[in-house]
């Protein structure tokens, strides 16, 4: 199967700034989830949003999906420096028998300077 | 709080040496999930299984095999290592709800192969 693409790969910002990580996927979605890893550490998810939605907010994150340009985005406000980590986005296709099998995008590195 | 866990946290082995990654989680999920993490190419499916014996071919699975003779637990072997197979591997479990399947990571297990 083939991964989705995430941009920019790595993002360097201060402090209080806001962070926008976007992914894009290619085959039609369930729901597409994203992800935090901290260094060298396993992942932790952090929202989730359905085909049938267009954003979702949790706490300081916003995610947005576009079905029609297959691409979705998250967006950290006003970041701290403990927001320092990889970001994934993962995408559960729609239909099949595929057992909660997620496709994960390849990361994007964020950095946050105090 | 769903806890997984993996059985090291590093591990050295040497070619040709059988190596047993081992995983555990408690909250009675159904699915259970093994990924390997190289820079730049994010997480890669290697096997995955949704029952006790049951098991499906990830993405990479060439190399590597599995056992899940019990429900909490998630073995991936590798039969004769290769320094090829020098990487972070990350399990994870979710359950079988076909709208969420959000997956729960253990800590990674960071296996190189001399």
């Known amino acids: 199967s083939q991964q989705g693409e995430e941009d920019p790969q790595a993002l360097s910002i201060q402090e209080g700034e806001n962070a926008t990580m976007n992914c894009s996927y290619k085959?039609?979605?369930?729901?597409l989830q994203w992800y935090r890893q901290n260094s060298g550490r396993g992942l932790v998810h952090l929202i989730l949003?359905?085909?049938?939605?267009r954003e979702k907010h949790s706490g300081r994150l916003r995610v947005t999906l576009d079905t029609s340009k297959k691409s979705s985005s998250l967006l950290i406000t006003a970041s701290r420096a403990a927001d320092t980590a990889s970001y994934f986005c993962?995408?559960?296709?729609?239909?099949?028998?595929?057992?909660?099998?997620?496709?994960f995008g390849q990361g994007t590195i964020l950095t946050v300077h105090p | 709080d769903v806890k997984v866990t993996q059985s090291s946290r590093y591990l050295v082995k040497r070619t040709g040496e059988k190596v047993f990654l081992e995983c555990v989680q408690d909250?009675?999920?159904?699915?259970m999930f093994w990924y390997r993490q190289d820079p730049g190419l994010g997480l890669r499916l290697i096997y995955f299984?949704?029952?006790?014996?049951?098991?499906e071919k990830g993405d990479i699975p060439e190399g590597y095999s599995v056992s899940r003779e019990k429900k909490e637990r998630f073995s991936l072997i590798l039969e004769s290592a290769s320094t090829n197979q020098t990487s972070m591997y990350l399990c994870?479990?979710?359950?079988?709800?076909?709208?969420?399947?959000?997956?729960?990571f253990g800590p990674g297990t960071r296996l190189t192969v001399l």
């Open positions: 299984s949704y029952d006790v014996k049951m098991k």
């Open positions: 909250m009675d999920h159904e699915n």
């Open positions: 949003i359905r085909s049938n939605e």
């Open positions: 085959t039609s979605i369930n729901n």
């Open positions: 993962a995408q559960k296709d729609y239909g099949g028998t595929s057992y909660g099998k997620l496709t």
């Open positions: 994870a479990s979710s359950l079988v709800l076909a709208d969420y399947n959000e997956q729960f």
